[in-house]
Each structure stands twice: as structure tokens, then as C-alpha cells.
């Protein structure tokens, strides 16, 4: 049954325009569409549209964008790039699909076409992570299945919400990349944290900032726990190696006749999953 109000061509002229051809794409007014605000693609680079927009008057859009029926319309659920330059090159109408989908949906499908086309920047891509898990109740399980990422890539990404705003900006305008931004974490002190992120923007390597937090966290270290002398060079490497494959913070501390090994984890879904990969089934 069709819907009624405020829906122009809307379904009629899509049950109508594909009564022998079902899920072909039809010709829907500009006017009619509006972008997703829960699209997690923020940016638009200007230049990419211009070229885009050059291309649409050439060859036309080749791939139609894919919306959703709303009150007074449609909403955009993939294609907002396209549909911004094809009103650059002063199209009136563009080829679309018309599918029936919730909100978590149209997140979820939004989410996976900028990820396979690496449209997003490190902080879009958490902050989409986030909404599944928050708004939509997904686990990192389910998000990262969803996605088609791992379970870890996820968790990893989600982490880099945890910097101040200062820095998330920093990250979002591309000043520092993501494994800056992940080292950071590593600076338990705001201020250090503050000044190692301007040595990554003035172009510091990713190693050479890993090598600043482990120095600093030495530093931190208490009296105690560390035994007289220098602290070798291995364990500053042990805990790069180890927080590197483990996907989070690790500290190795050095005491006087034993050590502290300490990790970070993030929920209690990311200590499940930590305590799963020490687990060997076969030792019961």
C-alpha cells in the first residue's frame, strides 16, 4: 500500500515506474531529499565536490544513491556526497533506490558504504562506532560484524574518543593521525599530553612519540617500584610491543625482586575478550 502525503512522485511513481522491472532505480527531485544528520560523515572536502560535480555534468551520477521514505519526503542513507554535487552542477533530479529502513539501519548502511570507500576520518569512524553501541545497543561484538572490521579495530577506534576536545579537534582536522592520537592516550598528564600532541603536529613520528610516553611514564613511575639503577631498555620495548599487539596501554614496572605487568581494558565485554585470547582450553 502506498504511503500517503507530502511524498511528491514518492512511492506511487516508484510502484508505478517499476511494476515490471521491482528494485530499478527512479528519478527523484532534489527538492524532495534531505541529508541524514546521523550520517557519520561530517566532512566534505570542497575540491572532491567540485571534481565530482564536473564529472555528474559530463557523465551523469553512475551510481544511484540509496534513500528512505520520510513524512515529507526522502532521507539520504548513502550518496550524500553525490547528492551535494549533483546540486552543484545544477541537476534537478537523481536516480535513486527507495528502501524501507529503521533508524538503526540506515546508520548501520551509512556507516559501512563510508568505511569501504575510507570516506572517514579516524574521529567520524569512532564516533559512528559509538552511536551503534550507544544509540542502537550493539556490543563492539556486533558493531565490529556489522562492519565488517575486527572486534579489536573497533575498540581501538572507540578509545580515541576518550582524548580532550582540543585534541579530538586536532585529529578531525588531520594535524595528527591515529596512531598519534592512540599514543597520546599514553600521557597520563593533560599538559604533557597537550605539548607531545603539538610535537606530533609539527611532524614527530609515531615510534618517536611512543618513545616520549614511555620515557615520561618512567619518570612517573614511584620510587618503589623501580630497583636502583637505570631501568633496561627491554622493558620499554616489551611494553611496545605488547600494547601494540594487545590493541591497548601496557605498562611493564620493575620492582626489586619482582615486576608489575599492567594493561588498560575499556569495558567489561574488552576484559572478556582480553582474559579469552590468555585462555588455553587445552590446560583444563
Not at 200 to 222: F, H, T, Y
Not at 237 to 244: D, I, M, P, Y
Request: charged share 35%; hydrophobic share 40%.
Amino acid at each position: 500500500m502506498a504511503k500517503k502525503g507530502g511524498l511528491g512522485r514518492g512511492l506511487d511513481a516508484l510502484f508505478t515506474d517499476n511494476a515490471q522491472q521491482p528494485g530499478s532505480a527512479v528519478e527523484i527531485r532534489i527538492s524532495e531529499i534531505e541529508p541524514n544528520r546521523m550520517q557519520p560523515r561530517r566532512e566534505f572536502d570542497p575540491e572532491m565536490l567540485r571534481e565530482l560535480s564536473e564529472s555528474i555534468k559530463l557523465h551523469g551520477i553512475l551510481q544511484p544513491l540509496l534513500l528512505r521514505p520520510m513524512r515529507d519526503g526522502y532521507q539520504i542513507v548513502a550518496g550524500e556526497r553525490r547528492w551535494r554535487a549533483a546540486r552543484m552542477a545544477g541537476l534537478e533530479s537523481v536516480p535513486a533506490m527507495i528502501k524501507e529502513l529503521d533508524d538503526a539501519q540506515t546508520m548501520e548502511i551509512a556507516l559501512i558504504e563510508n568505511l569501504q570507500r575510507e570516506d572517514l576520518n579516524p574521529l567520524e569512524e569512532a564516533e559512528g562506532y559509538r552511536t551503534l553501541m550507544e544509540k542502537y545497543g550493539m556490543t563492539q561484538e556486533q558493531a565490529a560484524l556489522r562492519v565488517g572490521k575486527s572486534r579489536s579495530a573497533v575498540a581501538n577506534a572507540v578509545r580515541l574518543l576518550a582524548l580532550p576536545d582540543s585534541l579530538l579537534e586536532m585529529l578531525r582536522e588531520s594535524r595528527i593521525s591515529a596512531g598519534h592520537a592512540r599514543t597520546l592516550l599514553g600521557f597520563e598528564d593533560k599538559e604533557e599530553q597537550r605539548k607531545a600532541a603539538e610535537l606530533a603536529a609539527q611532524g614527530i613520528s609515531v615510534r618517536e612519540l611512543e618513545r616520549l610516553s614511555m620515557r615520561k611514564k618512567n619518570e612517573e613511575q614511584p620510587r618503589r617500584r623501580r630497583s636502583p639503577g637505570l631501568r633496561p631498555a627491554f622493558y620499554s620495548e616489551v611494553e611496545l610491543s605488547l600494547s601494540k599487539a594487545l590493541g591497548r596501554k601496557v605498562r611493564v614496572m620493575q620492582g626489586r625482586n619482582k615486576g608489575i605487568l599492567e594493561m588498560d581494558f575499556y569495558s567489561a565485554e574488552d576484559l572478556q575478550a582480553l582474559a579469552n585470547r590468555f585462555y588455553d582450553p587445552e590446560e583444563d
